[in-house]
């Protein structure tokens, strides 16, 4: 496995427009289902790049993780795996909530993970006005941790009633809306925003034309 380097947002275009770090994760995956699927968290390396580029470890723990990884690589593919299905626990659950269906059997296994998580270590500061948790990149399952507190966070906290979805198809991406009227439409409008306008004008000049 190659050492983990900082790497830029881009790496996963559109991918954080979510406002919080869950919802990050869940909209590393893209068009389920179609031919356009995507999976952005394919291994335990991508986990580690997501993580960095997310701010969510520091370079040197990512190093340390990623070597780790190679000495228990049968470890780093179950932490992969886990967190495939963490994902789609937080996906089922987010689409609960925001359309108003019980979440509980997700609850419960929400919670069960929650349980299982150690200490919440330290924070420290990352830049003019941004700080994270000092994780020290000795557990595989780091990535996974500031996943599952920013999930626990999100579902106590006022900005559970403003979750939203892009309504661009194939796209799942799912955010916090903070527009005044809780209008937003798209994940963001430079991507699915742009090329949803496209379609719709292309669709209304084919209509205009004899």
Not at 96 to 110: D, F, H, T, V, Y
Request: charged share 25%; proline share 8%.
């Amino acid at each position: 496995m190659a050492r983990a380097q900082r790497l830029p947002a881009r790496t996963w275009p559109d991918a954080f427009v979510g406002g919080a770090t869950c919802l990050d994760f869940i909209n590393t995956v893209e068009s389920p289902n179609t031919p356009k699927f995507v999976d952005r968290l394919s291994s335990y390396a991508m986990l580690l790049q997501w993580s960095l580029a997310r701010g969510n470890l520091r370079p040197g723990a990512a190093a340390k993780l990623a070597r780790l990884a190679e000495r228990r690589s049968r470890q780093a593919v179950r932490v992969w795996r886990d967190g495939l299905t963490l994902r789609e626990d937080l996906y089922r659950l987010v689409s609960s909530i925001e359309n108003g269906k019980n979440p509980a059997p997700l609850i419960g296994r929400l919670n069960a993970r929650l349980a299982a998580l150690p200490p919440v270590p330290p924070l420290a500061k990352t830049g003019d006005r941004g700080f994270l948790h000092t994780l020290p990149g000795l557990d595989l399952r780091e990535p996974l941790w500031p996943v599952l507190w920013s999930v626990a966070g999100l579902l106590t906290s006022d900005q559970l009633q403003r979750l939203g979805h892009c309504r661009a198809s194939p796209c799942r991406y799912v955010f916090i809306d903070l527009s005044r009227n809780k209008s937003r439409q798209w994940c963001s409008s430079s991507g699915c925003g742009n090329r949803e306008r496209v379609r719709r004008a292309y669709v209304a000049n084919a209509q205009r034309r004899p």
